[in-house]
């Protein structure tokens, strides 16, 4: 039996990298037909209009508004998007646990963001490494100018307020400690999660988030690709997940007296929301209304089809059924993988990048994560992670300068630079934020303890941490 | 033959079936419900929530079984479920008058597997 599914699997997988390869041959001699913007001239998310210092009249009412919309739909993104994706998967018992941690997320980090984390991740540049406190409590970021950095005589966003710039980059960091969650799911103590999400927003997320965006970040100094945050969001967060799945350890029970998920239509729904507020995610990171965020949106469309599909068929091929569980997992893995790539790649090499998000977190969560035994409650390592890193290299593979001239030529377009430098910059990140979390984790430990006793456990944590209960019975 | 009924905490389930399986014993019906005990459901909130008529959740366990079963069964649901704090739950002991399986047409002891 084994050594038919080997078979087949092996068989489909040469299909598949020959449609992909095939596609990539076909893209490159599309590459025309996608408009190229000439209003970006980073590397990054940034899109400064005007070689001159934009003032309040360069500011354009359609890109804030795209971009004041996206920044919503990022926070969307969270709750009800992420909250519920969790929610559903969990057991009834824990379903408030999953909502109220998301929830206090979007009060602690927000405030977090106000008060000094913006200032550390986009501030004035101190080595390369972070920002400086110049900008805490949002002083001189204006709600009516764009930014400008006077040391590289550039804009994050030429012709948007600073202040949307902030609070859009404030949803990101919102989410992406809420993508660890997924990983210590059932078990860890509220006041733990508060004071670890707390400290992990500052001092992994600000640190990377500049590393990868901030003026002269080092990782954007080398040439990084990251259009909306493979390796500032999906990367980070999921090694950080799998880091927490270690120290944490095995839920009681792991893994054959888990139940199933409590509300499969939750996760539906959740996954729903997460898809359509993934277009604010990518297509407002173009930070302008028009090709860029278009490119954005089509590219980060297409791949999450592409990945939905694909991880349905290799459910239907090798469990021998499609599942819902499946298809929402392969699309969410489709989201994350085309972040990096969005604004750089052209619809067939999203396409690409689908298909590879429905295979490699496929494996990883289907066979890789029984095999070793570690427990990432809801695959936060498995989808985050490894979507993230398959992201991030392959922005290294399918970028082109014909669809966003402000980037680079990835592998397949004659640049195999471009990919050794996303292969270095992830693990740059992999390496940082796998350390990092787990000091981070071993200290809150020592002072309060992560984990809820095993009687609490089997209790609950809505009743336990919050003394309420998801559903009632009889009213 | 005896049927065996027992309101437990919600969260001895999984400690009550894992102790039965060891006895041999193997089949059950389990549902969720309501209940209170002597305290009307004031002392225990921490353990459920408490909803209308000062109702706690609870798990009801159901077994039939053969008399040479029955007190392995207790046995193995008072020492699952027994927590020594209020709240841990009741077991009831009735006749049984007869068993069918239904697939087969089986009656009696042998019925009840």
Known sequence: MAAIRGAWLRRWLLALSVIGLSGVAYAQTDGGAVAAVAAVATATNAAPAAPAVPTAASVNSGDTAWVLIS????????????????????????VLSILMQCFMLMCLISLQWVVFGYSLSFGPDVKGIIGNLSWAG???????????????????????????????????????????????????????????????????????????????????NMGTLDFAGGTV????????????????????????????????????LGAGLLWFGWFGFNAGSALSAGGLATCAFVATHVATAAAGLTWAVMDWMINKRPTVLGVISGAVAGLVAITPASGFVTPLGAICIGVGAGILPWIFVSIVKPKFGYDDSLDAFGVHGIGGLWGALATGLWATKAVNSAGNDGLFYGNPAQFLIQLKASLITVVYAFVVTFILLKLVDAVIGLKVNDHEERIGLDLTQHRESGYTMLD | MKYIVAIIQPDRVEEVLSLLTEKEIHLVTVANVLGRGRQKGIAEVYRSHKEA??????????????????????????KGARTGQVGDGKIFVMDLADCIRIRTGETGGTAIG
């Open chain 2, 53 to 78: 008529g000062s109702l706690l959740h609870k798990v009801k366990l159901e077994i039939a079984v053969n008399d040479a079963f029955v007190q392995p069964t207790i046995d193995a649901i008072t």
């Open chain 1, 138 to 220: 949002l002083k001189h970021v204006s709600f009516d100018t764009p930014h400008w950095d006077v040391a590289t005589a550039s804009s994050y966003a030429g012709t948007i307020p600073h202040q949307t710039f902030m609070i859009f980059q404030m949803m990101f960091a919102v989410i992406t400690p809420a993508l660890i969650l997924g990983a210590f799911a059932e078990r860890m103590k509220f006041s733990a999660f508060c004071v670890f999400s707390l400290l992990w927003a500052t001092i992994v997320y600000d640190p990377v988030c500049h590393w990868v965006w901030g003026k002269s970040g080092f990782l954007s």
């Open chain 1, 71 to 94: 920044s919503a739909l990022v926070l969307l993104m969270t709750i009800p998007g992420l909250a519920f994706f969790y929610g559903g998967l969990v057991r009834r018992k824990n």
């Open chain 1, 233 to 268: 969001v999906h990367i980070n967060a999921g090694i950080a997940a799998l880091a927490a799945a270690l120290v944490m350890g095995k839920r009681v029970g792991y893994p054959d007296k888990i139940s199933p998920p409590h509300n499969l239509p939750f996760a539906v």
